[in-house]
């Protein structure tokens, strides 16, 4: 039994659901992606995403007509798998169809860049053996990309990567809930202090990444909260 934490990016609330890996993705039509495909290689309880990116995924396989197989999808920073501003740690990308000819992933890439659905598609050259999409926020708080600045207030996956991040490293937030609260800023304030940061409680390109060259494929520590 998973726990999936939803951003619901219609109310700006994040939601709970708990589901089978043989069931379907909240959001999502039966059959058109299980829990177990989006959790992928991921080990952990507790999984992420947002509303409308199962909604974008529904959409791009009707699309399509047919099935998309997922190769990877969900991961928290801790595990690792993924650069250290990935995507996929925020529950918002796919790496799809791996298995495929490269004339059928080319003909789903263009799908996906014309459907409009999705922030970023990858260019072929890049990703040659599968298909990558996301529908990640923006604006990144780096120049060169990745996650949105945060702060007091902000309510997002992206917050459930700072806290998962902040706890794995004793840094505890009071819990894990994509809610950028006090308790939230007050560990961002620490982590800053101990990393010779500014201590201002907002996180931005800096801070995001000493914090993600510090937590991904650290692994779970014994403060790591689900």
């Not at 796919?94 to 000819?101: N, P, R």
Request: proline share 4%.
């Amino acid at each position: 039994m998973a726990k999936i934490i939803v951003y619901n990016n219609n109310t700006n609330r994040m939601e709970r659901f708990y589901r089978n890996e043989n069931e379907n993705m909240p959001y999502t039509k039966k059959g058109y992606l299980k829990v177990g495909e989006f959790r992928g290689s991921s080990k952990s309880p507790t999984i992420w995403t947002t509303r409308r990116v199962m909604e974008s995924f529904m959409k791009q396989r009707e699309l399509w007509g047919g099935p998309i197989p997922v190769g990877y999808a969900f991961k928290r920073p801790w595990e690792g798998g993924h650069g250290k501003q990935s995507q996929h740690y925020a529950g918002t990308a796919f790496d799809v169809a791996q298995g495929w000819t490269n004339e059928q992933r080319s003909k789903l890439r263009t799908s996906a860049k014309n459907s409009g659905l999705w922030v970023y598609v990858e260019p072929a050259r890049l990703t040659p053996t599968w298909v990558h999409f996301d529908r990640r926020q923006t604006p990144p708080a780096c120049s060169s990309g990745g996650y949105p600045a945060l702060k007091i207030g902000s309510v997002s996956t992206y917050v459930l990567i700072l806290q998962d991040g902040l706890n794995n490293l004793n840094y505890t937030t009071g819990g894990l809930d994509g809610i950028f609260g006090v308790n939230t800023q007050n560990a961002v304030k620490r982590y800053q202090k101990n990393s010779g940061l500014n201590a201002d409680g907002m996180v931005g390109c800096v801070t995001w990444r000493a914090l993600q060259n510090d937590v991904v494929a650290r692994g779970r520590s014994n403060t790591t909260i689900d």
